[in-house]
């Protein structure tokens, strides 16, 4: 029997940086990769395989990165967990051994209740290949497509669909769509650009039926109204993946994902699981938290993997740091919202500011950049960050959660340490998050 | 005789700024803002007025920013300052009295001693539209332009000048350009850009004599050497602009700068002091910094602003936090180079990582950007980074800077929130900040 000193199931963004981080800190233990998939898909790249990237083929991990620093990569699906034994079999029956487990099985694509959803034409976003690419096909051949679902996802895939020149329509059960990641005010910033580009926005409302004889014709939607359609996305949302996990009688979270301690052990010691497997909670509340991202998938691989050889790396909880982009309008989000704020429980202060985001405003590429902060209301903490604009949104976004992370204070936000350039950035004097800072301590 | 409750002198960064975040705070009292320009430059976009803007007068801080505020402009000069009386006397022998006065004049482009530096065509950077304006109208007659000094601005002005098609040299005493700023490595992919550029370069060398019959025709630099020159452009540095201070007897700094404690009070309570006419101290030793940007303007300008109605903020030093960009090559740094912490005595780690800026990599204007970053050895903390790559890196190096600021740790950096999207930043797995701290923990 094989055995190996850490096993990592699972080689997506969680097992590709569990392993590799593992490497880093451990040059000498045998690593071993199991994975289901040939190919590995960049997840956050999939919606961008239909408009953007040359060729869909072109969104693929490449293996050299865990082969070049020696980390074995077995193709194959883990049948069952025997943790008395420590041993993983796989699809044909055979047994590796291992000393340290992780988990990073990932989720899969949750399909609504909806009549008509196994007709052809009607697709998820599965992390396949093959898959992804008869959905490539099939738009090729389409005209009307609807797409079910206005969070990142539909919206991202909307927005690409848009550019094959298709007849976009999202649904949304939602008053907005991108709800659940932003206040109003952004939502209806990202709504007016997708009616900007083109996409037909229904939300409020949901599919109460998929139509067609043999493959999708229709859409009919709760509000009475029917669309044409020959192709259906679905893009509601993920479950994690914890069969495996459940079936070796790990300890399941209160929101389905495998239950983890701060060190992201599992109820196992030795078995560890990271990213959408694996439940999350919040920074703020200590609560499990729904949020499932890419980059929350790494950073828990970054402690899992130093951690295996010894606890070392704490989780503090997920701040939730995200940003996305329709046509060239970019929009971020730290932290907590004015509505999630207030679910938990806090008091805040909200502040913003809004300025170009080069500096004069007469700089090519200049685009107006928008900024609301949220501070709690005694600590005068920031607990919160939303941001608009142009192409930098993205790491903006990354100061903010920085800077909620290292818990600081509104006056610190006020004179933080930014450097500015004309090409580059907002002016000295209207720097958005500081000018946001300042916006909240006039009221607090 | 004129009363106001605070008086501000100079209407550039700092005196907008200043008196903006004096309004914020406090919206009764009287603001009066005395400045010798009738027109005031953004003194950063300097550089782009002459490739870049559509017109130079584009580089213009709109007055509006102070009027609508209820913020008096004075255009005049200050000819005296009588601390005893509280007044200050304009070029006419007005007076105008104040309850409290905030320094921001500035400082004054340095003019190196060579033989030659009065002949026409030869030109500093002067802060002033008339003076800049016949920049501009002597460049379009120039064909062969020399630049001395290879720091920010001479670089900044090289690179435009070259989009004009103008054959440009810097010509640099030290042995790289921008070396008060980089480590070398970065220096040199500064240089290889410039080089690319078409930018011709004199480095380890020195201009001996400027020479022409009336106005400029050659440049003799130490090396031996001879360049036809019709046109020279001198950006070595400035020097703080303190007349007017020292002549009424405040204190002045060791490095020449208008002394400030932490809250930015002169030596005179009422009276306080901004931007680059003040003395500023090292956030990593407390000692004069030669550092003056238009960022740590605004940021002084923000505390003082506050201060001037009460004491609230504490200056707590300079980080040094700036950007740059040379064709599509954008460079910044944050906090210390392997120079100056070796200088102030620090040991250290570095840590690097590489890596594209979307993902994945076949993603459109996907650039390639190195993080360098540098943590103290014992307590683990960083103390600076400097970063390559594309339009991002402006808001990259913020996000290092306010990790600096904040005491964070390498283990800490490995782990931070940020967030990912493959229009927008690295991928998670190789998220350059992650992956620096990371090869600098491997090393601690």
């Given at each position: 029997m094989k055995k190996t000193d850490l096993l990592v199931i699972g080689g997506s963004a969680a097992g590709v940086t569990a392993s590799l981080t593992a490497r880093k800190y451990n040059k000498d233990a045998s690593i071993t990769v199991v994975r289901r998939e040939k190919e590995v898909l960049v997840p956050c790249g999939i919606p961008y395989m239909y408009g953007t990237l040359p060729e869909p083929t072109k969104n693929i991990i490449p293996d050299n990165l865990l082969l070049s620093k020696n980390i074995e990569i077995v193709v194959d699906e883990v049948k069952s967990l025997n943790r008395d034994e420590k041993t993983v079999t796989l699809s044909k029956g055979e047994k590796i051994g291992y000393e340290k487990l992780i988990l990073a099985t990932g989720s899969i694509p949750a399909v609504p209740p909806i009549k008509g959803v196994d007709l052809k034409n009607v697709f998820t976003v599965r992390k396949e290949?093959?898959?992804?690419?008869?959905?490539?096909?099939?738009?090729?051949?389409?005209?009307?497509?609807?797409?079910?679902?206005?969070?990142?996802?539909?919206?991202?895939?909307?927005?690409?669909?848009?550019?094959?020149?298709?007849?976009?329509?999202?649904?949304?059960?939602?008053?907005?769509?991108?709800?659940?990641?932003?206040?109003?005010?952004?939502?209806?910033?990202?709504?007016?650009?997708?009616?900007?580009?083109?996409?037909?926005?229904?939300?409020?409302?949901?599919?109460?039926?998929?139509?067609?004889?043999?493959?999708?014709?229709?859409?009919?939607?709760?509000?009475?109204?029917?669309?044409?359609?020959?192709?259906?996305?679905?893009?509601?949302?993920?479950?994690?993946?914890?069969?495996?996990?459940?079936?070796?009688?790990?300890?399941?979270?209160?929101?389905?994902?495998?239950?983890?301690?701060?060190?992201?052990?599992?109820?196992?010691?030795?078995?560890?699981?990271?990213?959408?497997c694996a439940e999350k909670y919040s920074f703020f509340t200590k609560k499990p938290s729904a949020l499932r991202l890419a980059s929350i998938t790494a950073r828990e691989a970054r402690i899992a993997g130093v951690n295996v050889f010894g606890l070392k790396r704490k989780n503090i909880g997920v701040i939730g740091c995200f940003s996305t982009i329709i046509g060239d309008l970019a929009l971020g989000v730290a932290g907590l919202t004015e509505r999630a704020a207030k679910e938990a429980g806090f008091s805040f202060v909200v502040g913003r500011a809004k300025a170009p985001d080069k500096h004069p405003a007469a700089m090519p590429e200049c685009k107006e950049?928008?900024?609301?902060?949220?501070?709690?209301?005694?600590?005068?903490?920031?607990?919160?960050?939303?941001?608009?604009?142009?192409?930098?949104?993205?790491?903006?976004?990354?100061?903010?959660?920085?800077?909620?992370?290292?818990?600081?204070?509104?006056?610190?936000?006020?004179?933080?340490?930014?450097?500015?350039?004309?090409?580059?950035?907002?002016?000295?004097?209207?720097?958005?998050?500081?000018?946001?800072?300042?916006?909240?301590?006039?009221?607090?």
């Open positions: 290949l093959s898959y992804l690419l008869e959905l490539m096909d099939a738009l090729k051949k389409a005209k009307n497509v609807v797409v079910i679902g206005g969070g990142f996802i539909g919206v991202e895939f909307a927005d690409e669909f848009t550019k094959r020149g298709l007849n976009v329509t999202i649904v949304e059960l939602l008053p907005c769509c991108l709800q659940l990641a932003y206040d109003e005010e952004f939502c209806k910033i990202a709504e007016d650009k997708l009616v900007e580009r083109g996409v037909k926005l229904k939300t409020n409302n949901r599919v109460e039926e998929i139509i067609g004889d043999g493959k999708v014709e229709k859409v009919r939607l709760s509000s009475g109204e029917t669309l044409e359609a020959d192709l259906v996305l679905i893009g509601v949302g993920v479950r994690p993946n914890v069969e495996l996990a459940k079936n070796a009688g790990l300890k399941i979270g209160e929101l389905g994902g495998i239950w983890v301690d701060e060190y992201m052990r599992t109820s196992d010691e030795n078995i560890f699981a990271v990213g959408d950049m928008q900024i609301k902060l949220l501070f709690e209301k005694d600590s005068k903490i920031l607990i919160g960050g939303q941001v608009a604009g142009g192409k930098t949104v993205g790491e903006v976004t990354n100061i903010l959660s920085s800077l909620i992370e290292k818990k600081t204070t509104a006056e610190e936000v006020a004179t933080f340490q930014y450097g500015t350039h004309p090409a580059l950035t907002c002016s000295p004097i209207s720097y958005q998050i500081a000018e946001a800072a300042e916006d909240a301590l006039t009221k607090l």
